[in-house]
């Protein structure tokens, strides 16, 4: 199951694996998704400036810990902030390439990729 979709389409497929050890794959499939999504981020791909901005459209002020990993899985930014409907964050640090972007907050949990060029 597929714990964070995106909102719009989502593509899928099934490997079956048989008992003698051989697979194959499903046809691929497309799920459109429609969410009212918690948190928007942007730009992505980054722009030069590497300033992401994060927004959310809770009532209040959200606390919330951001996380992003490299493409090989380790953690390169972690910051527990609390935003109240907009911030930025600078991410000028990290290298170029494709990282996962998490952000765990009081309403729930939302990833997505994120590049930076």
């Known amino acids: 199951m597929d714990k964070f979709p995106v909102n719009g389409p989502n593509y ?3 490997r079956y694996q048989m008992d003698d050890g051989s697979e194959t794959l499903s ?9 009212d999504l918690a948190w928007r981020v942007g730009p992505n791909p980054l722009t030069e ?5 994060l927004a959310h459209n809770s009532a209040g002020p959200e606390k919330a810990t951001v996380l992003i990993w490299d493409i090989q899985g380790k953690i390169s930014f972690s910051q527990s902030l609390t935003i109240d409907r907009e911030t930025g964050l600078d991410l000028s640090p990290l290298a170029a390439g494709i990282y996962t972007l998490q952000i ?3 309403s729930g949990r939302w990833q997505q ?3 930076l060029p």
């Not at 046809?27 to 969410?35: D, L, R, S």
């Open 113 to 115: 990729w994120l590049i």
């Open 49 to 53: 400036t590497r300033k992401l901005t």
């Open 12 to 14: 899928y497929r099934l």
């Open 27 to 35: 046809n691929t499939v497309e799920v459109a998704v429609e969410q």
């Open 104 to 106: 765990i907050g009081n």
